[in-house]
């Protein structure tokens, strides 16, 4: 079967039908987990946000939270959240919500305004009301990726950079795709007897290539991070649900989010200087000081949300929804969209489920019980140890997965394991073992697996060290050295120019000056062209 999408939700397919040995392809346009999924605050939802709306969606996410910090301990940090209720907001909100969150079988525990100001110093002198739930940090980045290797221990398989450009049928079922490859612009025609339909804000434009219609619209959002981590915890407004009234603490930085504007693109991924200043606004009765940390960069994604009453923005379902379109005359196709990232295994069992019954597979779903990757021996830490920097070892592990025992073999017959990316301490070892994977055809992808470039310096120096060094070992990418490094930086400065203002701007120039004036990269006044 074929599944299309290289998000949360198709990694997770990918990882469930492979584990109940179902044949399976998974095709992604992009890199893994280059879309939503990579585009989100990072909250591993407690549901309790979702406690007064939906209390079906809050009941999901507290009991996948608790999941995924069993299967998924090395994407998730044990955070805890902080739900405060300020001045501004609504006093008659707070007992519907304790409520509803006891009725969702989620623990609110109200505790002293002072202690949680002792906990969290920079909270506001004059917060009304806190309590504390288990909401948790996940990167998603990570997840897809863990997800991705344990498919493939399973026999599932990848191909990134493959757009879906037709889906075949014959007499009212599926046969097979016809996918493009977006680098060589080869196209290859898959059969299949299934494909699940899993490209999120895509997912409407895959239906209609098979001449059907979802109700399904991209709701664009924009968030914020901080050079600082000035909360250790995920703080949210206690009051309903509304833009820009979450934090989450991540490694060193701290995210706020999100805004949500309807969209009929589905990439429509800048994030403004409009969008910054509206939420540094709304973030500031929480954190009053908001406005003198550094702002590291601001990123924009979107979200398919299910809008079957044309509802829009918030107004929209959370909720997923899955479609089985042989009630529309097709058969061999199901489409999956909504949700969030925090139910992402508890959609992809019920895609699964489907899925099975239509093949006659009746092997249970095991996802929930077997880790997603196991951790690393006492002995390979010892080893590895060695030949990475001082906490290297720990942070390559986390990222590396099952892979990182390969990595660690690497390093060794080296003599120096060089550090390309001291802001998130990416050696040599983990960068080329990444950069050779099939799935891997730029910087870009390289970073998205392991954070190269997304430290303070935003890729100033270490994408420069990276590819040169790539290049000295012949490891071959899909784009030229140059516009590798173009591209890498386009993106980063994508992020920066929104909020281009104090030492932000000075460093962007520093960056500007390396590449444009000092390698000329931009090519700008060749004398030879001349």
Known sequence: MIIIGGGATGIGILRDLSMRGVPALLLEQGGLAHGTSSRFHGLLHSGARYA?????????????????????????????????????????????????????????????????????????PNICSVYRVPDSCVDGFRLVWHNALCARRYGGDILTYHEVIAIKQSNGKVTGVRARNRITGEELDIACEYVV??????????????GLD???????????????????????????????DIFVPHGSITILGTTSTPTDRPDNNTP????????????????PDLRSYRILRAFAGTRPLYTPNNAVGRAASRNFHIVDHKQDGLE???????????????????????????????????TAE??????????????????????GAVLAADRLGSTFADVVEKAASETD???LCECEMVSMAEVEYVARDPATHSLHDVRLRTRLGMGTCQGTFCSLRAIGALTERNVPLAFSPTEDVSQFLQERWRGLRPALWGKQLKEIELGRA??????NLDGAGNEQEK
């Not at 339909?197 to 098979?210: D, E, K, P, T, V």
């Not at 403004?272 to 954190?287: H, N, Q, S, W």
Request: with cysteine.
């Open 52 to 124: 007064v709306s939906d209390s079906e969606s809050a009941r999901e996410c507290i009991e996948e939270n608790m999941i995924l910090r069993r299967i998924g301990r090395q994407c998730v940090e044990e955070t805890e959240g902080f739900f405060v209720r300020t001045k501004l907001d609504d006093p008659a909100f707070e007992p519907r919500w304790v409520e509803a969150c006891a009725r969702a079988g989620i623990t609110a525990e109200r505790i002293d305004v002072a202690e949680a100001r002792r906990l969290e110093p920079s909270l506001a």
């Open 417 to 419: 394991n060089e550090l």
């Open 214 to 244: 979802v109700s399904v619209s991209p709701d664009r959002g924009t968030l914020i991070v901080f050079n600082h981590r000035f909360t250790s915890r995920v703080v949210n407004r206690l009051h309903k649900s509304s833009d820009g």
């Open 370 to 391: 077997e880790p997603i990757m196991e951790d690393p021996s006492p002995e390979l830490m010892q080893k590895a140890a060695r030949v990475f920097p001082l906490n």
């Open 272 to 287: 403004t200087t409009e969008d910054v200043l509206r939420l540094l606004d709304i973030g500031e009765p929480l954190f």
């Open 197 to 210: 339909n899993a490209a999120g804000s895509w997912s409407g434009q895959i239906a209609h290539l098979a």
């Open 332 to 366: 061999g196709m199901a489409s999956i969209f909504g949700g969030k990232l925090t139910t992402y295994r508890l959609m992809a069992e019920r895609m699964s489920d489907l899925v099975c019954r239509c093949l006659g597979n009746n092997q249970p779903c095991r």
């Open 514 to 519: 390396i590449y444009a004036a000092t390698l």
